[in-house]
């Protein structure tokens, strides 16, 4: 097939590890005969530097107009100044907006290799296997008004948080029609006991999983999640949540399997429509350029681009087949590596990866 892709490296080591997701898209299309064309652009800090706003209309008009869109990272320590107009992750924000990438799923999986890097016991670990899909493009993160204001009791900051029936409908079908292809459950996990918007959403989703009779589907208050998910992650199949519950438990999440640079991420919208696909992890600007960073979120990310933004199911379980290989010969990078071991470096990472697909 061709495709059309655009990546966006973004800052610290956002460049580093896309390079090496470049390098196995280019693996897999010699592999499996595709043509994928590639064009750069730029987001977040790079672009406030270059452009002075954190998404060029270039860049926007780039993803508009491809197949797919593979993102490094955005932020860093140069542009986090609270006070500044314009921050890298609006950049970030803006795009999924305009993608209307609703749908954000965040699987979390422990590799076997890695199983020794979790913090929790291996008992507890062992069969976890967690979909994450997160609301990403409405909620409080979107919702408006939002500012801050001089007030007679001084400095004073608003949100609003806001979910129509609409919104919650569409990614809570995504996560009840990813259940059916897993082990049939849905959590839904919301604040209805405190919030007003959570309580449209848990009604919307009774509404929905009546729908869906074959799923088991149960309701979880947020702060009884994040205990649950450190207690009994394996008891969950498909968590779909709020923007901002999904951005706080994928993050904790993401520390059972102790490595936060393995974590993947693909942004959907509607069939057909371009995705996005990220690691989950941030910029790292404290080991940016030193070619150490963990290239595999990245690569798994481009595994899920393959699936679910150009339908190479195939290619996809080839890639993630690759990283098991690698890492079950015991390569790590330093975020993995043992005591006492040798790290691989994040090119040598993606060469590894790369001859594993060959
Ligand atoms: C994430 C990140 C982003 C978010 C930031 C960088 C805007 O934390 O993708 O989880 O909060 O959505
Ligand atoms: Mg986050």
Redesign the pocket.
Same mark, same amino acid.
């Given at each position: 097939m061709k495709a059309k892709i655009t990546l966006l490296p973004g800052d610290g080591i956002g460049p580093e590890v896309v390079s090496e997701a470049r390098k196995i898209l280019a693996e897999v299309a010699t592999r499996y005969h595709h043509q994928f064309s590639y064009q750069e652009a730029i987001v977040g800090g790079i672009a406030i530097d270059e452009m002075g706003t954190a998404l060029p209309e270039e860049s926007l008009g780039a993803c508009l107009e491809s197949d797919a869109v593979l993102l490094g990272a955005? !932020?860093g320590p140069k542009w986090s100044d609270p006070t500044a107009p314009v921050r890298p @992750?609006q950049g *970030? *924000?803006r795009l999924r907006k305009e993608l209307n990438v609703f749908a954000n799923l965040r699987p979390v999986k422990v590799f076997e290799a890695l199983a020794a890097a979790s913090p929790l016991r291996p008992d507890k670990v062992k069969d976890v296997d967690i979909m994450f899909v997160r609301e *990403?493009t409405g909620g409080i993160?979107f919702g408006t008004p939002q500012g801050r204001e001089e007030t007679p009791q001084g400095r004073s900051g608003h949100d609003t948080l806001r979910y129509n029936e609409h919104e919650i409908r569409r990614v809570l079908e995504v996560a009840f029609e990813l259940a059916r292809g897993r082990r049939g459950k849905v959590t839904s996990v919301d604040k209805a006991n405190v919030l007003a918007t959570m309580r449209v959403w848990r009604e919307v989703a009774h509404e929905v999983a009546a729908e869906y009779p074959d799923i088991e589907y149960e309701d979880v208050l947020v702060d009884a999640c994040a205990m649950y998910l450190i207690n009994r992650p394996a008891d969950f199949d498909v968590i779909v949540t709020g923007?901002m519950f999904g =951005?706080i438990l +994928? =993050?904790e999440a993401s520390m059972i399997t102790g490595s936060l640079g393995m974590l993947p +991420?693909a942004a959907l919208g509607v069939p057909g429509a371009t995705g996005l696909f @990220?690691p989950?992890h !941030?910029s790292a600007p404290d080991i940016a350029g030193q070619g150490i960073a963990n290239p595999l979120a990245t690569i798994l990310s481009t595994a899920m681009m393959l699936r679910w933004g150009l339908g190479l199911h195939e290619e996809a379980g080839a890639v993630e087949t690759a990283v098991s290989e690698v890492l079950n010969a015991g390569n790590r990078t330093v975020d993995l590596v043992n005591p006492g071991e040798t790290a691989v470096g994040t090119q040598e990472m993606g060469d590894l990866v790369a001859a594993a697909l060959s």
């Open positions: 955005v !932020g @992750e *970030l *924000l *990403l993160y923007n =951005d +994928s =993050d +991420s @990220e989950i !941030g």
